[in-house]
């Protein structure tokens, strides 16, 4: 019923631009973190009371006024960001027939309840740290509804599983190379965070469970994901926005979980499908659309990394996941930023290696779809390494390059084609800027050369004399290369860079899993 409301907002909100200013107060067009200007406008009265003035007019007496109850959405609470530059949709439910006006800054938008379900739509606004009040108000001034403390910023939805839900008190005693990075995160009070309560079910919900928290509250170390604090710290001290993350993560998920069971419906039979387990997406992100948002970051992947079948069909439910999320959310070219996976050293990991090729091959092929390496910082132990604000940060910096045009780095270095000469090989890579590096040794570590017998064989590798380039050295007893793999292991130290910090992405030609985008072939 709410999504049948929404598909007239959905096309509102397609192709608008966002507009990135900071500190706006309502009667200013422009950035200022200064008080609200004293100056008169024309804004209508806002009620602040049951006993205000109506801004529609005089109670409609046809109407039995002890039923008059309507409510917004378990999302607008205290605390709320709402998404800068775009149009955003504000719902909720209520008794029908009733008048229902919303206000918020300068607008004033009006509706009637139908079907026990309301909407209406604000115009774009620019970011502020300024709060307002957002305020609903019932035929007239039956009732009132005040949700305190509501600014305009970024918002990004946070989803994964459990190195996304991971909290920030979790990375902090982190006392290796990058002690200092852990040092320096400190409360937030820009920063807004909304975490879903775990649930799934059989039944879409109509509301999420979960509450609003500013970064600067009590015990706020505890509450939210540390991988979307850290991004979110990295966006908002550089946009000068508030920032507002969603979390609706849950540990040990698999992708099939997120998606609409009515979606997988179909290939439930297909070997690497697995549609048998509990549903997240129904309770909790079913009900978190469409709240505006500018995108989404993806940290997941380790438990579909199980078997050669589950990481060869990961790309085909990923694009029916961004094709589902970019569908209830309105926008069809909605950016989806993902956390490759990590180095990790457990034996169970044999399809570890593969599942970041098929990672890299989603962000290549799929439209708005990027691709953070975090290879070199993993744990050979755990799968939940604690060494997470380099990694955010890297990935902090691609948004702000790929959305914002901040010269921050963007992609790192990626396989782009094999010249093969014999026992000598020569990989080209794109996104090359400065040049490559190496950290330590004057070798690639980690390089393998395929033969004409297709087994992949340890091989010599050096920077190339252009300083782009990987020159590959056949081994003994291999009279020519067919391909080459690099970091195709599950754990492994990581040195050769390019220039402007950023790890050149593993990669291997051909492939002992090819990447399937269909899951009917």
């Known amino acids: 019923m709410r999504k049948q409301i929404f598909h007239r907002i959905a096309c509102l909100v397609l192709g608008l631009t966002v507009v990135v200013v900071s500190g706006c107060g309502p009667s200013s067009p422009g950035v200022s973190n200064e008080p609200e200007s004293t100056v008169e406008t024309t804004r209508p009265p806002i ?7 109506s801004a529609t007019g005089e109670k409609d007496p046809a109407l039995d006024h002890s039923q008059c109850t309507a409510k917004f959405n378990n999302l607008f609470q205290d ?61 007239g001034d039956c009732q009132v509804t005040t949700v305190s403390n509501v600014t305009v910023g970024e918002v990004w939805l946070c989803s994964g599983q459990s190195n996304m839900e991971m909290k920030v008190r979790n990375i902090l005693e982190w006392d290796e190379k990058n002690q200092a990075a852990y040092d320096e995160i400190q409360p937030n009070g820009n920063i807004h965070a909304y975490t879903a309560i775990m649930s799934s079910g059989a039944k879409k ?26 991004v979110a710290d990295r966006l908002q001290k550089t946009l000068d926005v508030p920032v507002g993350i969603i979390v609706s993560a849950v540990g040990g998920s698999i992708i099939e979980q997120w998606i609409d069971p009515d979606a997988l419906e179909p290939y439930a039979s297909v070997q690497g499908v697995d549609t048998s387990l509990s549903n997240y997406y129904n309770k909790m992100t079913y009900p978190i659309a469409p709240y505006g948002i500018k995108g989404m970051l993806w940290y997941q992947g380790e438990s579909n990394a199980g078997s050669k079948h589950q990481v060869r069909r990961y790309p085909a439910l990923f694009k029916i996941f961004a094709e589902q999320t970019r569908r209830d959310f309105g926008n069809p070219d909605l950016p989806i930023f993902t956390m490759q996976l990590p180095s990790w050293g457990s034996a169970m990991t044999q399809m570890w290696a593969e599942m970041r090729f098929a990672q890299e091959d989603i962000a290549k092929t799929i439209d708005n779809v990027y ?8 744990h050979r132990q755990s799968i939940h390494p604690t060494d997470k604000r380099p990694i955010c940060d890297r990935m902090g910096d691609q948004i702000l390059n790929k959305l914002y045009g901040k010269d921050t780095p963007g992609n790192a270095p990626e396989f782009a ?7 000598t090989a020569t990989v080209s890579f794109n996104y090359i800027d400065q040049g490559l ?21 340890y091989a010599d590798a050096v920077i190339g004399p252009d300083g782009k380039t990987m020159v590959v050295t056949a081994p003994d007893g291999v009279d020519t290369i067919t391909g080459v ?21 593993p990669f291997c030609t051909p492939r002992y899993v090819e990447s399937a985008f269909t899951l009917t072939d």
């Open 47 to 53: 009620p602040t009371t049951p006993s205000a003035p």
């Open 79 to 139: 605390g709320a960001v709402l998404q800068q530059g775009q149009a955003v949709p504000i719902w909720g439910t209520g008794t029908d027939g009733r008048r229902i006006t919303v206000y918020y800054r300068d607008q004033i938008k009006e509706t009637v309840v139908k079907d026990g379900a309301w909407s209406v739509t604000l115009d774009p606004m620019v970011g502020a740290y300024d709060p307002n009040n957002l305020l609903l108000c019932v035929d």
């Open 205 to 230: 919900a109509e509301e999420s469970r979960g509450k609003w928290y500013t970064m600067d509250e009590q015990k706020w170390l505890d509450r939210v994901s540390a991988v979307a604090f850290c």
């Open 371 to 378: 691709m953070t390496v975090s290879m070199d910082h993993g």
């Open 417 to 423: 084609s094999l010249k093969t000469e014999g026992t």
């Open 437 to 457: 590096m190496l950290t330590s040794g004057e070798k690639i570590e980690n390089v393998m050369a395929c033969g004409s017998d297709n087994v992949f064989y």
């Open 485 to 505: 793999s690099y970091l195709r292991i599950n754990y492994a130290d990581v040195a050769l860079y390019e220039k402007n910090g950023l790890p050149v992405a």
